[in-house]
């Protein structure tokens, strides 16, 4: 009999939450902040590879990936090694007042995977958030600007300079107050829902007619702006993928009024989408590229990465006590290894293999509305009616729920959509898997329609 962590799908032995998962619950509601958003009753005791193993012994596919951080896996052996002979050598002497060999190792590799050929310098971080505050510091920096122009369903963290940015949900900037000023949100390309009825390929050039037509007219004269900020694939959004002629638009304008281009792959990047970055795709050079979550496989870790004639500031200008910490460094450099090695190219890969598998659901089921992404970075929409596309954020939500008790980790992303984001090392079987355990649960909620 294997072990629970040598099995590849699920291994459910005890109801689902089961007693030991109980007793966490009560205790982490009694002292934990409410402030928490939780799916459902998963408490992880420990994980290999794609498979999580709770408290009481069951195992789980996970297709949710920590939210899309564990790029290499849960535990890799690699990754584990490298963080044991790190943690032996130096935890800690802070990279903005000392040095460390291996930061500038990690720049170099990252500054080469970024597109372009002028040099790039890195900047590192302790998360996304502190990424997107970086960038908005250095994007006001370099230009002697101060305005900003951010999307519509856009989540680019919960700090207050960051929350500023983020247009996701109410809920996320309620209670908080007056936010940082000259921030203006304009629509984000959502093919699916286009108000023009325009494909995934040319939905968007109203939206920019609007940017230098209406708001560079009648509120932000284009010289006073910084940076437009944009994710190439929305995550909190509902991983709605722009279209590759927008974003070349958008840079476009960018360069026309020196304007930075800056693009959040904190959570499309690091070969979630079969090339490092999202992106790439398009065939666009960020000013500023932010990056996180996937970079270290689940330690914490971010950086930006700018072009060298942007990243100009003075030494003081911007700092970080642990931010390039060595042991999530020794951690991204292999994950860096893993991910040029196989798992790039494995996302390409499985995320085809995953959309031939899912390309007639919207025949198939009459409350998927959509199924859309890049490589291991799969969203689908959930409606009520096809034909209105109401949204159905409670079908979404017990089909989340039903997955969870069939074995099977999966999130919610934007109102109504379940996003796809499992680790970069899946094979075809887990793949199947997830499918046909989605599948079942898609016939279980469309009996509640």
């Given at each position: 009999?294997?072990?629970?962590?040598?099995?590849?799908?699920?291994?459910?032995?005890?109801?689902?939450?089961?007693?030991?998962?109980?007793?966490?619950?009560?205790?982490?509601?009694?002292?934990?902040?409410?402030?928490?958003?939780?799916?459902?009753?998963?408490?992880?005791?420990?994980?290999?590879?794609?498979?999580?193993?709770?408290?009481?012994?069951?195992?789980?596919?996970?297709?949710?990936?920590?939210?899309?951080?564990?790029?290499?896996?849960?535990?890799?052996?690699?990754?584990?090694?490298?963080?044991?002979?790190?943690?032996?050598?130096?935890?800690?002497?802070?990279?903005?007042?000392?040095?460390?060999?291996?930061?500038?190792?990690?720049?170099?590799?990252?500054?080469?995977?970024?597109?372009?050929?002028?040099?790039?310098?890195?900047?590192?971080?302790?998360?996304?958030?502190?990424?997107?505050?970086?960038?908005?510091?250095?994007?006001?920096?370099?230009?002697?600007?101060?305005?900003?122009?951010?999307?519509?369903?856009?989540?680019?963290?919960?700090?207050?300079?960051?929350?500023?940015?983020?247009?996701?949900?109410?809920?996320?900037?309620?209670?908080?107050?007056?936010?940082?000023?000259?921030?203006?949100?304009?629509?984000?390309?959502?093919?699916?829902?286009?108000?023009?009825?325009?494909?995934?390929?040319?939905?968007?050039?109203?939206?920019?007619?609007?940017?230098?037509?209406?708001?560079?007219?009648?509120?932000?004269?284009?010289?006073?702006?910084?940076?437009?900020?944009?994710?190439?694939?929305?995550?909190?959004?509902?991983?709605?993928?722009?279209?590759?002629?927008?974003?070349?638009?958008?840079?476009?304008?960018?360069?026309?009024?020196?304007?930075?281009?800056?693009?959040?792959?904190?959570?499309?990047?690091?070969?979630?989408?079969?090339?490092?970055w999202a992106c790439e795709h398009a065939g666009v050079e960020p000013d500023i590229l932010c990056s996180a979550k996937g970079i270290a496989s689940g330690m914490p870790l971010g950086a930006i990465i700018a072009k060298e004639s942007v990243m100009c500031w003075k030494p003081g200008s911007h700092g970080t006590t642990f931010g390039g910490n060595p042991v999530c460094i020794a951690a991204a450099l292999?994950?860096?290894?893993?991910?040029?090695?196989?798992?790039?190219?494995?996302?390409?890969?499985?995320?085809?293999?995953?959309?031939?598998?899912?390309?007639?659901?919207?025949?198939?089921?009459?409350?998927?509305?959509?199924?859309?992404?890049?490589?291991?970075?799969?969203?689908?929409?959930?409606?009520?009616?096809?034909?209105?596309?109401?949204?159905?954020?409670?079908?979404?939500?017990?089909?989340?729920?039903?997955?969870?008790?069939?074995?099977?980790?999966?999130?919610?992303?934007?109102?109504?959509?379940?996003?796809?984001?499992?680790?970069?090392?899946?094979?075809?079987?887990?793949?199947?898997?997830?499918?046909?355990?989605?599948?079942?649960?898609?016939?279980?909620?469309?009996?509640?329609?």
């Open positions: 009999m294997p072990t629970t962590l040598e099995v590849k799908t699920p291994r459910l032995v005890t109801a689902i939450p089961g007693p030991n998962a109980k007793r966490v619950l009560e205790r982490d509601a009694r002292f934990m902040s409410p402030s928490y958003t939780r799916d459902y009753p998963l408490v992880a005791r420990r994980g290999r590879g794609a498979i999580v193993e709770d408290v009481d012994g069951n195992a789980f596919l996970d297709f949710a990936a920590g939210i899309a951080v564990c790029s290499t896996g849960h535990c890799h052996p690699q990754v584990v090694a490298a963080i044991q002979n790190q943690a032996a050598e130096l935890i800690h002497m802070s990279g903005t007042d000392f040095y460390y060999e291996s930061m500038p190792e990690l720049a170099e590799r990252l500054g080469r995977t970024m597109p372009g050929t002028e040099s790039k310098k890195v900047f590192f971080t302790n998360s996304g958030t502190e990424a997107i505050e970086s960038a908005v510091k250095l994007a006001r920096y370099a230009t002697r600007r101060d305005k900003f122009i951010a999307f519509y369903g856009c989540f680019h963290g919960r700090s207050m300079g960051a929350l500023s940015l983020t247009a996701s949900k109410s809920t996320q900037r309620k209670g908080f107050g007056a936010l940082l000023s000259g921030i203006e949100h304009i629509p984000f390309p959502y093919a699916y829902r286009c108000a023009h009825g325009h494909t995934a390929e040319t939905c968007g050039a109203e939206i920019l007619e609007q940017l230098e037509g209406q708001i560079f007219k009648r509120l932000f004269d284009p010289e006073d702006v910084a940076g437009i900020i944009i994710e190439p694939i929305q995550g909190e959004g509902g991983y709605v993928p722009a279209p590759k002629f927008f974003l070349q638009e958008l840079q476009r304008i960018c360069h026309q009024h020196g304007i930075m281009f800056i693009v959040d792959e904190v959570q499309s990047g690091m070969g979630r989408t079969g090339k490092w292999a994950t860096m290894d893993l991910i040029e090695s196989e798992y790039k190219e494995n996302a390409h890969r499985m995320g085809d293999y995953l959309f031939g598998r899912l390309a007639d659901w919207v025949k198939d089921f009459r409350i998927v509305g959509d199924v859309r992404g890049r490589g291991l970075m799969i969203g689908i929409e959930i409606v009520r009616d096809q034909r209105t596309k109401e949204k159905a954020a409670d079908l979404r939500n017990a089909i989340v729920d039903l997955a969870f008790h069939k074995g099977l980790l999966v999130l919610g992303a934007g109102e109504n959509t379940i996003r796809l984001s499992p680790p970069l090392l899946i094979d075809q079987e887990q793949a199947d898997f997830a499918a046909r355990t989605l599948e079942d649960c898609f016939r279980e909620a469309e009996k509640k329609v």
